[in-house]
């Protein structure tokens, strides 16, 4: 707010005084500069007014109820998630890659191409390995292989995101200078 630049010390005082004025009907009383600021300032008034009309509306606001049948749904899902068998890696790379949002596609989609990037180079190491080593058994290996190279890059990609998310954030939440 470029107004902040213009307030008084009264105006900084009673502004600072804002939550007690809210929520403590005998601040006035004991605070009889407030109440002479107030009367004379329409900013610190119109301040005031403001956020006791936020707060009535909020005191309004009724949260919705779940549905009755809330609880019993989930302890079922629950129940049923529990006695499944659990995912397999592609199952959790594909819910993965399909339910990522919003913010977090973009560099899902730059680490998918990484990903195929890496497989194929590792998959083409590991060929290259096994011509060398000429072992029959290795091809099963070789896919395990690519599967926890899989793995560790879908837990990385997690964290990139996690961060990637948390900076976002930050700079979301900070709050504009007033
Ligand atoms: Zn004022």
């Given amino acids: 707010m470029n ?3 213009k307030l008084n010390t009264d105006c900084k005082s009673c502004r600072s ?4 004025l809210l929520l403590d009907d005998a601040c006035l009383a004991s605070h ?3 109440e002479q600021h ?12 403001e956020l006791r009309s936020t707060f009535a509306l909020l005191d309004e606001y009724a949260a919705p109820e779940p549905s009755p049948f809330f609880d019993t749904r989930l302890h079922a899902r629950l129940r049923e998630a529990v006695a499944a068998e659990p995912e397999s890696l592609w199952e959790r790379m594909r819910s993965f890659l399909l339910f990522s949002t ?19 180079g590792s998959g083409t190491f590991l060929q290259l390995h096994n011509l060398q080593h000429g072992g029959a058994n290795t091809a099963s290996s070789a896919t395990i292989n690519d ?27 900070t709050p504009p200078a007033s």
């Fill in 17 to 20: 005084h804002l939550a007690d």
């Fill in 32 to 34: 009889p500069e407030l």
């Fill in 3 to 5: 107004t902040a630049m």
């Fill in 102 to 120: 919003g913010r977090s596609f973009q560099p899902a989609v730059a680490c998918a191409l990484a990903l195929v990037l890496l497989v194929g």
């Fill in 147 to 173: 599967l926890k190279v899989l793995d560790n890059n879908a837990q990385e990609e997690q964290q990139m995101n996690q961060l990637l998310d948390t900076s976002g954030s930050a700079d979301e939440d």
């Fill in 38 to 49: 107030l009367a004379s300032c329409s900013g610190c008034r119109t301040e005031l007014h």
